[in-house]
């Protein structure tokens, strides 16, 4: 019924910068916390950024002050721009949205397909 679409991953030389893109469809009420995450090979799945329906944000220390988590609301979308990015950041990116579905459905926890960025040094 919801489903979120993630864009923006690639390629990309060290220092360079990427824009992800990440749209919930579908029927829904409301969009709570939606958050990036990412998961290179062999590790684990690590929280990157979330941004609250309000605009509040947050960031793992390894990226601040070089990654921005923005969202807009009338189109249920969240984004990541991505700065002087560095071969650690390759990961595949996942974004999760908290998704109050209607009164009667309550809330539910959604995930994109997931978007690879791959960094070259």
């Known amino acids: 019924q919801v489903q979120l679409v993630e864009s923006g991953g690639g390629l990309v030389q060290a220092g360079g910068s990427l824009r992800l893109s990440c749209a919930a469809s579908?029927?829904?009420?409301?969009?709570?916390?939606m958050s990036w995450y990412r998961q290179a090979p062999g590790k684990q799945r690590e929280l990157v950024a979330t941004?609250?329906?309000?605009?509040?944000?947050n960031y793992t220390d390894s990226v601040k002050g070089r990654f921005t988590i923005s969202r807009d609301n009338a189109k249920n979308t969240v984004y990541l721009q991505m700065n002087s990015l560095k071969p650690e950041d390759a990961a595949d990116y996942y974004c999760?949205?908290?998704?109050?579905?209607?009164?009667?459905?309550?809330?539910?926890?959604?995930w994109g397909q997931g978007t690879q960025v791959t960094v070259s040094s």
């Open positions: 999760n949205a908290d998704i109050l579905l209607s009164l009667r459905k309550g809330r539910e926890y959604y």
């Open positions: 579908g029927n829904l009420l409301v969009i709570n916390n």
């Open positions: 941004i609250t329906r309000g605009g509040s944000t």
